[in-house]
């Protein structure tokens, strides 16, 4: 297949081409050139004419929570929480224990079919349900293969449901982990799923890095997102989070730490040197009031920082504005945060973050990547260049401007249409069992 006649973003070397052209094979991209070039040299293959909209690589998604789905429009009992332990208590832990096979597959087909609405096609999701711990992964995985989109899948251990509870998680990322190893799919991948150090004692995470080591497979956990984790860090342990999961064997270049705000110097370079991966959510913790992460200095060290969402909507669009805009409110400087550094963070590293996970290429317009391709109907009024296209993307685009959504060569959304997931069939189940949902959170 053959993309013609679109102002093509290759987000590598290629640059800003005008008029361009992209050639699909077997789901890889083979060639990458303008119109006249690439289809002279592939005048049989079937065409899709952009007829000059922006084309540029899927967007990847660093950390998000399918589950939470149910969330939206749900009211919490009582007075509204004060601290983050108490939004965790009131809503993620009652909401997440009221999840059954059902309710998890409908909030990942939720989740999903927000994401190639949005043109997000890579997601790495971080699962809960402590009611449902077996086989919930292989749940997602079969939503994950029916939308076509690609992700990174893991299970949530945490000390909260008790031993037997941790012990399931640990058995629920094992097993799907080996499954991956025996009957691997390109669309998708594992991690290791922790909660945070605040919920997880020695013992369990020496349990996990025992079992995660021979599987070769890095962790995915939430990191001092709140000062309760640093605060229980030091209790249990007289070491700060980074410094206790690192001494535990659990972070390091296999491994993604979400948030990551209360962070000290030493903490950033520990992550810094260890290679650690870590994923920032501006609109979660402006949500949750835990605070800013120090993001500037992180790239500016060279970290390998990625975006995520959090579970907010798949928008990545919008994650890339509130990432751009936060940091100059936080410090009072206009300076920080430039257009560049959010897209080095949220196209560039998440590109490279997708493909060690993935072994192949993802998140480039270049041959031999995977074919994950969005077109956006975005008409820009001033030049697109090599040098600014990355303010068009802060500033002018959005996810309601992306029409048509690519992966792996296979057409999951075109005119706005989704191809693969019927989005109303899915929002009217929702709506039948949401109220149970609720019902089984309001009795918790």
């Known amino acids: 297949m053959l993309i013609v006649h679109g102002l093509v ?7 800003v081409l005008e008029d361009g052209a992209v050639r699909i094979s077997d789901g890889v991209i083979d060639a990458v050139g303008s119109t006249a070039e690439v289809t002279k040299c592939f005048p049989e293959d079937e065409v899709l004419d952009a007829d000059g909209m922006l084309v540029m690589p899927g967007l990847i998604c660093a950390h998000t929570h399918f589950y939470g789905a149910f969330a939206r429009g ?4 009582g007075e509204p929480p004060r601290t983050f332990v108490q939004i965790l208590e009131r809503l993620w832990w009652k909401l997440d224990r009221a999840l059954d096979e059902e309710s998890v597959r409908i909030s990942a087909q939720v989740a999903l079919s927000d994401a190639i609405r949005h043109g997000t096609t890579t997601l790495f999701d971080h699962h ?12 997602i995985a079969d939503v994950v293969e029916e939308a076509g989109v690609r992700a990174s899948l893991a299970y949530e251990v945490t000390d909260r449901n008790g031993p037997e509870g941790a012990l399931a998680g640990i058995r629920e990322n094992v097993r799907f982990l080996r499954r991956l190893r025996s009957n691997p799919s390109p669309r998708l991948a594992g991690t290791f799923g922790l909660h945070a150090s605040l919920t997880l004692s020695d ?3 020496e349990r996990c890095r025992a079992e995660a080591e021979p599987l070769g497979a890095g962790f ?4 001092a997102e709140g000062r309760e984790d640093v605060d229980d860090s030091l209790r249990k342990s007289g070491k700060r989070v980074v410094h206790r999961l690192l001494d535990l064997g659990i972070l390091g270049p296999r491994s993604i730490a979400a948030h990551a705000v209360h962070v000290d110097p030493w903490e950033i370079e520990a992550l810094r040197s260890s290679g650690t991966w870590v994923s920032h959510q501006p609109r979660s913790n402006m949500n949750n009031a835990v605070g800013v992460a120090d993001v500037p ?5 060279g970290m390998k920082v990625v975006l995520g969402n959090d579970g907010f909507s798949n928008d ?8 751009y805009l936060l940091p100059k409110v936080w410090r009072g400087d206009p300076r920080l945060m430039g257009a560049d550094q959010v897209i080095r963070m949220a196209v560039e590293n998440n590109a490279r973050l997708a493909s060690e996970a993935f072994g192949f290429p993802v998140g480039k317009l270049e041959p031999g990547a ?9 008409r820009p009024y001033t030049p697109v260049t090599d040098g600014n296209f990355p303010w068009h993307i802060v500033f002018g685009v959005s996810g309601s401007h992306v029409d048509t959504t690519i992966v792996g060569g296979k057409v999951l959304m075109r005119g706005r249409k989704l191809l693969t997931l019927d989005e109303e069939r899915i929002a009217a189940r929702g709506l039948e069992i949401a109220p149970a949902v609720w019902q089984r959170v309001a009795e918790m």
Not at 9 to 14: F, V, W
Not at 220 to 223: A, E, P
Not at 370 to 378: E, F, H
């Open 9 to 15: 973003l290759t987000m590598s070397e290629g640059g």
């Open 74 to 77: 749900m009211a919490v009992p």
């Open 128 to 139: 809960a349900s402590p009611n449902f711990i077996d086989g919930s992964l292989d749940v």
């Open 203 to 205: 013992e369990t995470l």
């Open 220 to 223: 995915h956990i939430h990191v």
């Open 297 to 301: 200095s992180m790239l500016r060290g």
């Open 316 to 323: 990545m669009f919008m994650e890339m504005k509130f990432a």
């Open 370 to 378: 995977a074919a994950d391709i969005i077109l956006l109907d975005y």
